[in-house]
């Protein structure tokens, strides 16, 4: 079987950082391929007209239409009108919003999570909406292509204002969709929302299919089918990408950062690490110092 392209830490470093985010203004004339990435992706169409599908579903994309892309759901864009596809995307860890989160702040990510994984998450705004959201990423993009002082802190509360933003607009308008699922699967969408979740915790397979009431064949044959990988590879790369995020911005011992990761000790931590990476985690720490801000 082929899989879509991934994109993820290969080809943005900087969501291995401690600011697991990118912000771009990018322009599609024809099409951009079928991927999928372990974190969420927010777009806003500036302007021209296309089709985007996401896990065989497929809305247009006008002026103010806005998509959340969870991790792990296959997407691609055709540009179908006479001018470019212009668009703000951006990409973002969960980490960055589920590191010490206030109350307040857990209800806006558990809400985002919860939205019906059945459907993807689109908005078409109206235009005093649409000038809002775009300011916001507008804003999100300036700060993002600076270095000034306590650039993540700013970055995580501009998130915030913009996810609290679609939050009402979404739960507001209780727009109907327009969507009809054709080949999705909500159990796969369920069981990584879940690992992206839990994987701090000791989660085994037996776990993991106990925790939705399955069997452990139909929960690994749902992941393979879904993303290409076994539940162990998924869980390592999805605890190695954590791991990533603090070596870079912490001064945690080797040991402490594998159990903070997820994994059950050191020796193994290491182990998956240079398997993954091809040197050692404090190789990588000294290769990849990203200034902390």
């Given amino acids: 079987m082929t ?21 771009t203004r990018n322009t599609i004339h024809h ?5 999928r990435h372990d974190v969420m992706e927010i777009s806003l169409v500036l302007s021209g007209d296309g089709v985007e599908t996401i896990n065989g579903m497929s809305h247009p994309m006008t002026p103010g239409t806005v998509t959340v892309i969870m991790p792990y759901q296959f997407h691609e864009i055709h540009s179908t009108g006479s001018t470019p596809l212009v668009l703000f995307n ?15 702040e857990r209800a806006i990510v558990d809400s985002l999570l919860a939205t019906d994984s059945t459907e993807p998450y689109v908005l078409k705004l109206a235009p005093t909406a649409h000038r809002k959201v775009e300011s916001l990423l507008g804003d999100l993009l300036v700060e993002f292509n600076r270095h000034n002082p306590y650039k ?25 969709s ?6 999705t699967d909500p159990l796969a969408s369920k069981i990584l929302l879940y690992l992206h979740q839990a994987y701090r915790e000791e989660i085994s397979l037996e776990d993991a299919a106990n925790h939705f009431h399955i069997s452990t064949t139909l ?15 998924l869980l390592h790369e999805i605890r190695l990408r954590h791991a990533c995020s603090l070596l870079l911005s912490s001064d945690m011992s080797v040991a402490d ?26 190789a990588y720490r000294k290769a990849n110092v990203f200034p902390i801000s």
């Fill in 178 to 183: 327009q969507l009809r699922p054709e080949n």
């Fill in 257 to 282: 950062l594998a159990l903070e990761a997820g994994f059950q000790s050191a020796q193994t931590f290491f182990r998956v690490f240079k398997q993954a990476k091809g040197i050692t985690p404090n």
């Fill in 90 to 104: 951006c990409m973002f860890g969960l980490e960055l919003l589920l590191a010490s989160p206030t109350n307040q």
């Fill in 219 to 233: 929960l690994a044959s749902t992941i393979r089918r879904s993303v290409g990988k076994s539940y162990l590879e």
């Fill in 3 to 23: 899989y879509p392209q991934t994109y993820d830490a290969s080809f943005f470093p900087i969501l291995a950082s401690d600011i697991p985010l990118v912000v």
């Fill in 31 to 35: 099409h951009f391929p079928l991927h």
């Fill in 152 to 176: 993540h802190t700013m970055l995580k509360s501009k998130m915030l204002e913009l996810l609290i933003h679609l939050e009402r607009e979404r739960t507001s308008s209780a727009q109907p």
